[in-house]
């Protein structure tokens, strides 16, 4: 006789068998260096298409800016990874703190030198010409103390102070101006009326990563699987973010900063293109966030060059190039 129940309840058990279980997400925290913009949306679109969900990660962005202290938050062990820079790694070991970091999705730094198109600078060593360049005084210590010692001319009576008003650059058409590749010559364009011609530092031989992602030393000695799911799926995120579709990223990008317009986004993501902010040199082969010992150490002998750091200091400490370099999502350029 046709038993029913026990078919249904044989079926039911192949199906409870058959099921995939729901895996719990590892819960992550990134910390920006500023404000939301273009130049963070390879992490927004991760968060926006599902590729962190697909490496098995929850991760919440905490947008830096005037007021955030996301470094801070890092070393007290409140968010799990920051986006930092060569200096701010140098000085984690200067300090003794335990960070470490483990991509740099910036194979360029996008700072740059601008000028008034007609101002008759053709090259880096013309603007030594230059009676002010306008710069920060972050930018003073580091990167104009490089041009003085490997270009001649430039001398301390340029410099003039950066107050981020590019009104005092416009109205001077022979001044010189500090500005981020795809930020300060929008502003330009917008409110001088003109192209300023672009000087990056990194084409100049200042060849220091940004945009990386740092983490405590003990994630990455702990949890070294969460640190490299995290870095592929950035990875990833950032080469949909440029050659995909990125419209829902943005929207998020909107929503964290509600000042930021789709032009200037789309002015952001065509310079980092153009200059190859993120696809130039290693990464061309080996993928966005490759980062080699051969030339952090060689950038790093800059600045001890320029006495900013000891040479004697173990810049090694700093990095861990385990995570990079291996050609992940290189067949998403289009």
């Known amino acids: 006789m046709f038993d029913f129940k026990k078919v249904l309840g044989a079926g039911l058990a192949v199906l409870a068998l058959g099921a995939t279980p729901v895996l719990a997400q590892d819960k992550v925290t990134y910390g920006t260096d500023w404000l939301p913009q273009a130049e963070h949306g390879g992490f927004y679109q991760a968060v926006a298409d599902g590729t962190y969900a697909k490496y098995g990660l929850d991760v919440t ?97 340029q410099y003039v102070p950066y107050t981020f008003n590019p009104a005092p650059f416009i109205a001077d058409p022979k001044s010189v101006q500090q500005g981020y590749i795809t930020s300060e010559p929008y502003a330009v364009e917008k409110e001088g009326g003109f192209v300023p011609k672009l000087f990056l530092f990194a084409d100049e031989g200042y060849n220091a990563y940004s945009t990386t992602i740092e983490t405590s030393q003990k994630l990455v000695d702990e949890k070294p699987d969460l640190v490299q799911r995290f870095v592929d799926a950035s990875i990833i995120g950032w080469y949909n973010y440029l050659y995909g579709d990125n419209a829902a990223a943005n929207a998020l990008i909107k929503k964290d900063n509600p000042e930021m317009t789709d032009e200037q986004i789309a002015f952001s993501i065509a310079k980092m293109k153009e200059y190859g902010i993120l696809v130039s040199g290693d990464a061309e082969t080996k993928g966005i966030g490759c980062m080699t010992e051969e030339r952090y150490g060689d950038f790093f002998n800059k600045l001890a060059g320029i006495g900013l750091y000891e040479a004697s200091l173990d810049w090694k400490k700093a990095i861990n190039t385990s995570f990079t370099c291996k050609s992940v999502g290189i067949e998403l350029v289009k």
């Open 61 to 157: 962005i905490v947008p830096g800016g005037p007021q955030a202290a996301n470094r801070a938050l890092l070393i007290a062990g409140k968010i799990d990874f920051y986006m930092g820079g060569v200096l701010s790694s140098l000085d984690s070991v200067k300090e003794g703190i335990p960070m470490v970091t483990v991509a740099a999705l910036f194979q360029k730094d996008p700072q740059v030198l601008m000028t008034h198109p007609d101002a008759g600078y053709e090259t880096f060593a013309d603007l030594a010409k230059a009676e002010k360049i306008i710069m920060g005084k972050d930018l003073l210590v580091t990167k104009f103390e490089w041009m003085k010692k490997n270009f001649e001319g430039f001398k301390d009576e």
